[in-house]
Structure formats: structure tokens, C-alpha cells
């Protein structure tokens, strides 16, 4: 049928006027409708350009309002920051004026400093699983849950149990006696890394308290122990700190979201990135406010490893019971 009128048509002579003409006016007509097609597109192109304009704005005002308070990032998750630690000065707070001297010890020099090259990401790893054994024993309702290898604390509920004394002897099939070499080794290469970027002598400084695995989900803290996103200074809460330490055993962005730690100074925030193996140590004085912010998705894991001057405050490596 169309096959048919369309070869009528052909055959039908032109209405009015000659060939030529016609031709004219049919390329006019693809002129025109070619102009036309091109504006439509050029419509078109506005009109994405302008929908990319704003979902990009939109994405970037999204990003800068997470990040508005960070002025700087110290370390980033995805960068690698070794074999030597980075390390930034910091004036040492008067703190340390209210508490008496060790020479060696006692911070001189302050700062902070982060260190990839300390713990192997296997090692966190193997920690890591430590402290998932240890914590699936208990955990508190929300917020941080903390595993004290040493004292022996683990949340419970909204309270803290003695793991020893509670599981009795099941701790043996929780915990073997290589986790805990490991732990004790690491711990001893903190150490000494502390010492040496802040020209310490390792064997004038001590473990201290409290000394932990913390793990933190997103659920809403139930007790005030269990919040753990407050600004504060460790030489000011516990009052033998000198030197902090936290070793990450998970990925900032990938395992959690949110869970960056952050120094807060008077003309910015900076923030640490967790990396699993890096090791992020500080002077525990006001020079080194800060806090860590609240977890939003996934769960982070770290142990803070804790350093006195003051002997009298030393304690002793975990053993197993
Ligand atoms: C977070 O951990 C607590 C135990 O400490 C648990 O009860 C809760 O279900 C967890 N929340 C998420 C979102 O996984
Ligand atoms: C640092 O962060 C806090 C909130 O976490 C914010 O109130 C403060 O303004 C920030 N400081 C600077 C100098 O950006």
C-alpha cells in the first residue's frame, strides 16, 4: 500500500512551478529543519551542562559540609606513609609543669606523628580477629565496646566484667599464647618508635592505664563510659600519661565511615585517617586536644597503648592466665 502511493506520488508531475524551484525550496526546507535540529541539541547541551553544574555543586557543598571542620588531613587512609613515621611539632602545653619530672622521659619536644611502617596490615589483621574473639564475649549496648587485656575489663551490657574471672577457662580456646607475643611484641616496637621520634630513652618509659581494644558501630552510646567522640586530653583525664598511642586495625572509608580521629587546634582541625597497621602517636598534653568522630556506617577496631614516665605507674605486659 505505502510501496504504491509513494511511487504514485513520484509519478504525479510537480503543482505549480518547475523542477528547480522545487528543489530550491526542498533544500531550504532541510536547511532550515538542519538549523532547527541543531539549536534543539544546543538546547540540549545547555541543559546538561546546567544538571551537571548543579549535582556537582550540590556534591561538593555535600562534601565540603562533611569535611567543613577539617582544615587538614595528616595522613590519608589510601596513602602509605613509610618506612619513616611523619611528624609534626606541636609547643608543648605547661601540663607537664604540674607533675613531676623524669628526665628522658618527660616530653621536652612535643608533637604527633603517624607511621605505617611500624605493624605489617597481616599483624593488624591478626589482631584484629583478636579482639573480634574477645569482644563477640560481651560488648556494651552501643557506642565503644573495650577489651583491657590487662586488667582483664570488657563491656557488658552497661558494665565491665573481669574476661579472666568470667570465662574462666574457655579464655584458652579465645586466646593463644601467640596473640598475646604478638601484642606484647608490637607494643614494644610502639615503644620504641615513640621514643626515637621524640628522642626518648625507651627503657624510661612505661606501659600504662588504661591500655585497650576499643571497637565502635554506629549504634547511639547507652552509657556516658561508652561515648567516646568527646574533645578531651589525656594528660588531663588520666593524669600519668605522657605519651599516646593508637594502632588501627581497620580501613577508614572501607570497613567505617566516619571514625576519623581529629586535633583539634585553635586555627584548625586535623585529621588522622585509620589505616590497619598504622600507628598515630602524640604528646598526651593540651597540645594534642582532640577527639574521634562519631562512627556513621561499620564497625572500626584500635587499641590505644598508653606511656607514663612515672614507674609508679608501670604496668605489666598481659599475660594468659
Ligand atoms: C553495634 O554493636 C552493638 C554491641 O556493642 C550491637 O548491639 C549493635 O547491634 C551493633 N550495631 C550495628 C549497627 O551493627
Ligand atoms: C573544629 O571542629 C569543631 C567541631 O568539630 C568546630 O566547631 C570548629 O569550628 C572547628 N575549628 C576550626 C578552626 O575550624
Known sequence: MSRGSMALVRQRPPKGGNASEIERKIKRGNALRQGSSWRGSRGLVALLLVVVCVSGAATWLYLSSL??????????????????????????SEDYENHKRYPGCTPQKCGRAVADGVVTREEAQVLRRLAERGLALAGSEGGASILDLHSGALSMGKQFVNIYRYFGDQIGDVFTPEDFQLYRDVRGRIQAIIAKTFGLDPTLMYLTKPTFFSRINSTAAKTQHDEYWHPHIDKVTYGSFDYTSLLYLSDYDSDFTGGRFVFMDQNGNRTVEPRAGRVSFFSSGSENLHRVEKVTWGTRYAITVSFTCDPAHAIADPTLP
Request: charge should be negative; glycine fraction near 0%.
Open 67 to 92: 569535611d567543613s571542620d577539617i582544615t587538614e588531613v595528616l595522613a590519608s587512609q589510601r596513602e602509605l606513609v613509610s618506612p619513616e613515621p611523619r611528624v609534626f611539632t606541636v609547643q608543648c
